[in-house]
């Protein structure tokens, strides 16, 4: 499905949905409502941000079973509005964690690992763009960016090796050690494409 909606094309992509159906038949917890809705919250945090701050409006947005992937007008990677729009979904999760911590612990949980994660140094993370775009500032983009895979593989191999703890502990749970193997992969496919 494709729209134009106020000169930015939205795409939302079939298997979103085949895969959020899939998912709710399987939730009985109703996690993956709550986690829908705090990802949701993240991206609104990210497009307010860019609404806002001018020569970052949205140019297109992207909705994938992977996540939502927005691009926007400025091509200057090192525009300084763009700590802030890259910042600002972190920002609102951890302000809906604090709001939600009374009335919806699990809520306000799911809202603060979000927005904690998404500020690690990590490459597919906000907080890989945000370090990626200080460091070009001081050492250059080339330089920047080969730091930033030397953090993200670094701090992905150390949460993995949590992963595996937790997963030997719980029995059950391998989410994070999933994660962390697939960002690693990613970045590592990278690597080996450039």
Not at 3 to 20: E, Q, T
């Amino acid at each position: 499905m494709n729209f134009i909606l106020k000169g930015c094309k939205v795409s939302i992509n079939f298997y979103f949905f085949a895969s959020a159906v899939v998912l709710a038949m399987f939730d009985r917890s109703g996690m993956m409502l709550g986690g829908i809705i705090s990802a949701l919250m993240h991206e609104s945090g990210h497009l307010a941000a860019m609404l806002i701050i001018p020569h970052q409006h949205p140019k297109e947005i992207s909705i994938t079973p992977f996540g939502l992937k927005i691009q926007n007008n400025s091509m200057a990677e090192f525009a300084r509005g763009r700590v802030v729009v890259l910042a600002a979904g972190s920002v609102v999760n951890l302000i809906l964690a604090a709001c939600l911590f009374r009335l919806s612990p699990r809520l306000a949980a799911m809202n603060f690992v979000l927005g904690t994660m998404n500020l690690l140094p990590v490459e597919s993370f906000d907080g890989g763009g945000i370090l990626k775009l200080a460091l070009s500032w001081f050492i250059g983009s080339k330089k920047a960016e080969i730091a930033v895979t030397v953090v993200s593989v670094i701090i992905l191999t150390a949460l993995a090796f949590v992963g595996v703890y937790i997963l030997f502990r719980t029995k059950y749970n391998f989410t994070l050690l999933g994660m962390s193997l697939w960002l690693l992969v990613t970045v590592i496919i990278r690597l080996v494409k450039k």
